[in-house]
């Protein structure tokens, strides 16, 4: 009987197993890891055609046995028929042959059903791995060699004994599976800030067996997956999104790395997210505010909890154009920008929009109505074109304003654009005067009058006026000025005063007649 003992290696791409520690598989020729698990499941062949390990004394062997049963079969059935006194003829020397080949053929096939009892041993020590039987002198053995360390040389043999004598067999060494080294360079790195709301979790990785790795990503705090990515030739990066994660909102991860031999744990690593920008407050304008100017500086405070810089646009609600952009760096401060060309009595609205380049946020809408421009002054007085007019006339303007602006009325001599005088309006509304002292006689002056808001202004018309003549003036003098002069005592005769002051007289001395006559002729009844 012969025995063959072999380490058993499975292939990979194939899946039959191999009975030696080459690189290639011996049915398909791919290639073979040579590490193998921490756990070994150590196997023999024990067949009758082997000739790899022989019982190294003359009974071993079933056809050693067979010959040797024989020749005893021989001896003893001749001893027997010499002691019997029965003559060895040629016949009877066959007939003993036959029977001894037969005697031997059948000692030949009850060695080969032998049970075959295979022990193995720790070739470092000499120490037991298992005992595994074979039935019937052919087939496979194997024990299971447990408790094994990664990355770790082992030898071992085998001891076959059967009911004649035992053979070893010679020693094989494994190297068990190296584990996966642990995993670096997470990203984002453990307590990392202001990350996105959907990041890419990443992992450096790295095996030396080459082994194919599969990492898993797990959400700690409850252990689901996030993600699983594969790592060919066990070096290189993994990676995995995690998405739709919470503004301002910290979160636990980890790994494993499986080889499909030794799976490992890495520690567990944490981020928080970006935190959206505060809402935009104290915006100027207030909202709602009117009376503003056709420039205005639109302005809001902002913060943000991480203290990013911030871009800020300010937007035209209307028609969501963009008015101005100003920035705010550390997270927190004023943002402005000028709003310019706009026009009176308006109403305007406005927003702003945050942007910390993680995330933005919207603010309110606000509105504002710009500065109504003041009425034109009106109702002149003196009325344009009067004349006759005092030497120190009172000019005066009715104004009004649609916001009740306090008004302050400058009036000007619009011959030269020099101030006559400046009044004031409270409230939006009345009549604003002033006195033009020391005019000339029979001399026409023009004016006119701007009113005043503080924002917008607005201009009256011009008027003119004439002033009297004086009766000095009246005299010889020649040429056009006698005219002129003549001229005015005409006027003075027919105006309305002079007028008034005959009519006046003339009732007073028609009264005194009249009076007169009619006391005369009492008295003359009474004498």
Known sequence: MKSEVSAQKICPTCSEPNKNLSTYCANCGALIEEAVSNEIQTSLNVSQSSSKISFLDFFSGAEKGGILAFFIFIGISTTVCYLAGVSLNIMTILALLVLALVFGDFIRRAINRSNVILTFYDASDNSIIGIDTVLGGSGTASVSWSGLSAGTMYSWFVI???????????????????????????????????????????????????????????????????????????????????????AGTTYFWYI??????????????SFTTNYVPGEPVNPSPNDGASDIDYSPILSVDVFDN????????????????????????????????????????????????????????????????TNYIPNEPYNPIPNDGAVNIDFSPALSVNVSDNDGDHLIITFYNASDDTVIGTDTVLGGGGIASVLWSSLSAGTTYSWYAIVDDGLSINRSITCTFTTLVRKTDIGGGGGGGSKEKESGILDDLTSPVVIALIGVSTSVMFAGVVSYLFFKKRKLRLT
């Open 160 to 246: 076959a004994s059967d009911s004649l004598s035992p053979a070893q067999s010679d020693t094989w060494s494994f190297t068990t599976n190296y584990m996966p080294d642990e995993p670096a360079n997470p990203s984002p790195n453990d307590g990392a800030t202001n990350i996105d709301f959907n990041p890419t979790l990443s992992v450096e990785v790295f095996d030396n067996d080459g082994d194919d790795l599969t990492i898993s990503f797990y959400n700690a705090s409850d252990d689901t997956i996030i993600g699983i990515d594969t790592v060919l030739g066990g070096s290189g990066t993994a990676s995995v999104s995690w998405s739709g994660l919470s």
């Open 256 to 269: 494993t790395v499986d080889d499909n031999s030794n799976p490992i744990q890495s520690d567990t690593w």
């Open 306 to 369: 991480d203290g990013d810089d911030l871009i800020l646009t300010f937007y035209n609600a209307s028609d969501n154009s963009i008015i101005g952009i100003d920035s705010v760096l550390g997270g927190s401060g004023t943002a402005s920008v000028s709003w310019l060309g706009l026009s009176p009595g308006t109403y305007y609205s406005w927003y702003v929009i945050v942007e910390d380049s993680l995330s933005n946020i919207q603010s309110n809408s606000w509105s504002f109505t």
